[in-house]
């Protein structure tokens, strides 16, 4: 098997498109998934990791604009032609590092050493690779957001980000939900779901900016609650069905099941939130300043996104300039919470 360094990193790549692509005719089953002006054809095998994509990706609505077409082919060495995935070979690897010599040679890409999990992109042509050991050798949070980052560097490339945040709104109009993991970002929005708002999506959402404004789209479905806020927010009850614990220790479900009408295509984003658990009985908002809103929006929303840090920084400084910033003290029950988002949404202001 062979280990790959920052020398052989491109070449290599290149190897796994190629691979990849080669070996067409052992994908038996191809998923077209049309996005948010992406339609995108995914060849695999039958598998868990189909199953995902299945259930774990939002049909676009009625108002995409879909610009081409990209294929992602999901490979491992169970189909003819593809060989076992190669070992990184330095002592250290920097995901930096990774990514820029991967940039200079016009590609995407993101390792995971555990599993020696390969995502390759050429953004470019719109192909992708992702290679595995296994058809299941996947990490655990794939399919919570399956092919993100492919999504991630496709949307990037047309200037557009996902963000690490949630939504939620009415009548179309929708402020993002940015924090910290434990700050009350999925509690709120599954308050919301609950008590009549919409939403287009918790944990990971597209954000497309341009001269009209900022809009929020719905990528993934899945939702996620620990067991404090599954039992808080009576989910064991309302859910017909619902995940055992998941790699977080937290219970996945789906926006569907909560959501009280079909999603919105999209929403019109007027306001940045940063929740917080407030210990008081009720709810509010406050203005924030958009140095402390940048911070609650985009390390995770970098960090988590393999490549394109520079870019994203850009972005998401844009967009805590362009939107209103607040912090919402979150009270202890979930329809007083909604209440009080509809009730800043309605007003327009805090």
């Known amino acids: 098997m062979s280990h790959i360094t920052l020398e052989t990193l491109p070449d290599y790549a290149r190897q796994v498109l190629a691979m990849a692509e080669g070996a067409a005719a052992g994908y038996s089953v191809t998923r077209d998934v ?201 989910l064991r009850q309302r859910l017909k069905s619902y995940g055992p614990l998941n790699w977080q220790g937290k219970h996945p479900f789906h926006i569907d099941d909560v959501a009280p009408r079909p999603l919105p295509a999209s929403l019109d984003i007027v306001a940045l939130v940063v929740p917080h658990i407030g210990g008081g009985g009720t709810s509010s908002v406050m203005p924030l300043s958009r140095k402390d809103a940048m911070i609650a929006l985009a390390p995770s929303g970098i960090a988590q996104m393999p490549g394109e840090r520079e870019g994203g920084f850009r972005f998401f400084s844009d967009l805590t300039r362009h939107l209103p910033c607040y912090r919402l003290a979150l009270g202890t029950r979930p329809e007083e919470i909604a209440a009080t988002v509809s009730g800043f949404l309605t007003r327009g202001s805090a």
Not at 89 to 102: K, V
Not at 114 to 119: E, G, I, K, M
Not at 186 to 208: F, H
Request: net charge neutral.
């Open 34 to 234: 049309r996005l948010p002006r992406l339609d995108m054809a995914v060849h695999l095998t039958p598998g868990p990791f189909a199953d995902a994509i299945g259930r774990g990706l939002v049909p676009a609505g009625g108002d995409r604009q879909a610009s081409g077409q990209c294929r992602i082919f999901i490979a491992h060495p169970g189909i003819d032609g593809i060989a076992a995935p190669a070992k990184w070979g330095e002592a250290q690897f920097a995901p930096h590092a990774f990514a820029s010599r991967l940039a200079d040679a016009g590609l995407r890409g993101s390792y995971f050493h555990d599993l020696d999990f390969w995502q390759v992109y050429d953004p470019e042509r719109r192909v992708g690779a992702q290679l595995m050991r296994s058809a299941d050798g996947f990490p655990p949070w794939e399919p919570g957001a399956p092919l993100r980052a492919f999504l991630h560097w496709d949307y990037a490339a047309r200037g557009m980000r996902l963000a690490h945040a949630g939504t939620l709104g009415i009548g179309g109009k929708g402020i993002l939900l940015a924090g910290a993991g434990g700050a009350g970002k999925s509690g709120t929005v599954v308050a919301g779901l609950l008590n009549g708002l919409d939403s287009v999506g918790d944990d990971y959402v597209l954000i497309d900016r341009t001269d009209e404004g900022i809009r929020a789209y719905p990528l993934f479905s899945t939702l996620k609650q620990d067991p404090e806020g599954f039992e808080r927010l009576g």
